[in-house]
């Protein structure tokens, strides 16, 4: 498996999700790619030392054996396994997906690793999660999501959980928990995680 983390805001995401993938017990493998515009959005959101896919694998708290499960590969390392379709990668989650990378793959542009891989899920119908984080959408960022969808991807943009509202007020950390949930279930990757679904309590 994948994560792809691009230039939008919101790189919290990737950082819960990817402790939450390691964890499940389903991942030999973890393939991690960072763009330039995501090490720039990183080093402002969560500091200059998870500007690089080393640093930002590092503050995530992981143990060594969770470490040595990831493969960190460079943007533009377009000789990287997982840039061929015969390296066979179970799914990929572009997490956060700027507009600019989904307006890439819906029009079959592969500058940069992140972009390939995209592109290569796409065209051997394996799946591709984006997390699309953009407020307003424009009709051309609609038109190129609806395009991805047609195509086999999977758009998930994170949007709260407000349901979660019906027994108390829920924190950042459950709302961000409660998307990387959702993504896990498209992975088929099922968590006993009853507090963060709906109905669970009666």
Same mark, same amino acid.
């Given at each position: 498996?994948?994560?792809?983390?691009?230039? =939008?805001?919101?790189? +919290?995401?990737?950082?819960?999700?990817?402790? $939450?993938?390691?964890?499940?017990?389903?991942?030999? *493998?973890?393939?991690?790619?960072?763009?330039?515009?995501?090490?720039?959005?990183?080093?402002? &959101?969560?500091?200059?030392?998870?500007?690089?896919?080393?640093?930002? +694998?590092?503050?995530?708290?992981?143990?060594?054996? @969770?470490?040595?499960?990831?493969?960190?590969?460079?943007?533009?390392?377009? =000789?990287?396994?997982?840039?061929?379709?015969?390296? $066979?990668?179970?799914?990929?989650?572009?997490?956060? *997906?700027?507009?600019?990378?989904?307006?890439?793959?819906?029009?079959?542009?592969?500058?940069?690793?992140?972009?390939?891989?995209?592109?290569?899920?796409?065209?051997?119908?394996?799946?591709?999660? /984006?997390?699309?984080? @953009?407020?307003?959408?424009?009709?051309?960022?609609? &038109?190129?999501?609806?395009?991805?969808?047609?195509?086999?991807?999977? +758009?998930?943009?994170?949007?709260?959980?407000?349901?979660?509202?019906?027994?108390?007020?829920?924190?950042?950390?459950?709302?961000?928990?409660?998307? *990387?949930?959702?993504? $896990?279930?498209?992975?088929? +990757?099922?968590?006993?995680?009853?507090? /963060?679904?709906?109905? =669970?309590?009666?």
């Amino acid at each position: 498996m994948a994560v792809l983390i691009t230039g =939008a805001s919101g790189l +919290i995401l990737p950082a819960r999700l990817i402790p $939450l993938l390691l964890r499940s017990g389903e991942l030999d *493998c973890l393939h991690l790619v960072m763009s330039g515009a995501a090490g720039q959005v990183a080093a402002h &959101e969560l500091g200059e030392a998870s500007s690089t896919s080393s640093g930002f +694998i590092q503050a995530l708290g992981l143990d060594q054996e @969770e470490l040595d499960r990831i493969r960190c590969w460079d943007n533009s390392d377009l =000789a990287a396994p997982i840039a061929s379709g015969s390296y $066979l990668l179970d799914a990929v989650v572009v997490l956060p *997906c700027s507009s600019g990378t989904a307006g890439a793959l819906a029009h079959g542009i592969s500058r940069g690793l992140v972009q390939r891989v995209g592109d290569v899920m796409l065209k051997e119908g394996r799946t591709l999660i /984006l997390g699309i984080r @953009e407020t307003p959408m424009s009709s051309i960022l609609l &038109e190129n999501l609806l395009k991805l969808s047609r195509a086999g991807a999977v +758009i998930m943009p994170p949007l709260p959980a407000f349901y979660l509202g019906h027994r108390q007020q829920p924190s950042l950390e459950d709302l961000l928990s409660a998307y *990387c949930l959702r993504v $896990l279930d498209r992975l088929d +990757i099922h968590l006993e995680a009853p507090e /963060l679904r709906w109905g =669970a309590d009666g």
